[in-house]
């Protein structure tokens, strides 16, 4: 007599993710093709969270779970009772996924968020706003110092980059730049193995962080730009 095998935590929250990035892709697939898109950041995002709710629920009822866990610009949760009181409490990713491993009875560990940050890419918009640096500086940044702690407890996250101008080789050699810039984390560089052409709206690619500040320390964060030049 065969038995179905309970997953492992870390292949439900695999899955999780998994879920999650194929909502966000189909969702910026949605916003390449909206007209008279903003250019300001937080118009984007108000604008990509309305797709993601429609690209959730055009997926299959049983690939949906039980619930609606994406929240916009939502501030960073406590987890145990030493977060209390802490000022990474109000910080605020520009999206989190909302997650619960229903198999976990511990309640620090059996719900958790997926943190998305969002920035703009391409030429500076002013000498003091460096769109190419901002990524990096008040982006990944993001989920390496305490002071944001995003993805405090969890393995993964994600960095949504909106390319408004510039080449995606050109702005990629800056965004490393930036990185090589970086004294107090060892910051890997982004590379992508695909390259940008005609037809490829969005890429994707992952990098492996440690974090000093932040447990756990190893972290995969994914980068997925996507193309809103006019």
Known sequence: MSTNKIPSASILWQRHEELILEVFVRALKMLCLEKNLPDAENRINETLYLKARLAYFKLPSKQRPPFWGLFLESQNQPQTEDDVGEGFLLKKPDFKWRLENKLDTNP??????????CKRLGKPLR??????EDYVKNGILRFLN????????????AMIGY???????DILKEV???????????????????????????????????????SPPSFNLRHIWVDLRK
Do not use: W
């Open 108 to 117: 620090h560990t059996a719900i958790r968020d997926y943190d998305i940050e």
């Open 127 to 132: 000498r003091d706003r460096v769109l190419n």
């Open 146 to 157: 305490v002071k944001h702690s995003y993805g405090k407890g969890m393995t993964f996250g």
């Open 163 to 169: 390319v408004q101008s510039m080449e995606f080789k």
């Open 176 to 214: 490393n730049q930036c990185i090589t810039q970086i004294q107090t984390h060892k910051i890997p560089l982004i590379k992508f193995s695909a390259k940008k052409n005609s037809s490829n709206e969005i890429i994707e690619t992952a990098q492996k962080l440690y974090r000093t500040e932040i």
